[in-house]
């Protein structure tokens, strides 16, 4: 089954543009839900705003979107998709945990060994590896631990088929800061309504 995001990339491929309102009509659900799932489109350079379309009734023209030409361009998702179901397939007796705590390492020195120092430097350091990955990532300090904050899933548009993608972003952020970590949000709208992950660090 598709996710929400995937059926408007759909949409949108076979219409060309689009208002929220049309996509929202099209797909059964509401206009502040299209919107919300536009905006983390259009942030991850999915999609982009095309100038504004007649309203089919009454009110001002509706801005209206298209696909980038970047996502027009390939089929990462897609293969992320059929890779991560490969990787069920291939260790059915340990499960995908190795493997995932394995992928969680490349990926955490795929810029370089892992952060060093004390934990505030670590955590410094982590964040911009983070963000260097489009995570948005930011760290609090908070008692008994610091807490961790990704602001963007750079996996949503998949994250509904995997869920195991959010224990490969705690397995990512132990590989980076040495530490345990454990999940506290899951896609949790902060005040402004924009989803957010959270984790703390375990309390030695």
């Not at 759909?10 to 929220?20: M, Q």
């Not at 659900?29 to 536009?38: D, E, G, Q, V």
């Not at 696909?67 to 998702?77: A, G, I, K, Y």
Request: charged share 20%; proline share 8%; hydrophobic share 40%.
């Amino acid at each position: 089954m598709k996710t929400a995001r995937q059926r408007i990339v759909a949409y949108l491929a076979a219409k060309g543009r689009a208002t929220p309102r049309q996509i929202s009509q099209a797909l059964k659900t509401s206009p502040a839900n299209i919107r919300h799932h536009l905006s983390i489109l259009q942030e991850e350079g999915v999609v982009r705003p095309v100038g504004r379309a007649l309203p089919d009734g009454r009110g001002r023209p509706a801005r209206a979107f298209s696909l980038t030409q970047q996502r027009q361009e390939h089929n990462l998702e897609a293969l992320a998709s059929a890779l991560l179901d490969e990787l069920e397939t291939q260790t059915p007796e340990t499960g995908a945990e190795p493997a995932l705590r394995r992928l969680a390492r490349r990926l955490a020195t795929s810029g370089g060994a892992p952060p060093g120092g004390n934990l505030t430097q670590r955590l410094i350091a982590a964040m911009g590896r983070l963000n260097g990955m489009r995570y948005h990532a930011h760290w609090e300090a908070r008692p008994p631990a610091p807490r961790l904050v990704l602001g963007h899933c750079p996996y949503a548009a998949i994250l509904d088929q995997h869920p195991e993608l959010c224990r490969l972003d705690a397995y990512l952020l132990e590989a980076l800061l040495s530490t345990p970590v454990t999940q506290t949000a899951r896609l949790e709208l902060d005040r402004q309504g924009v989803p957010y992950c959270a984790f703390s660090l375990a309390v030695r």
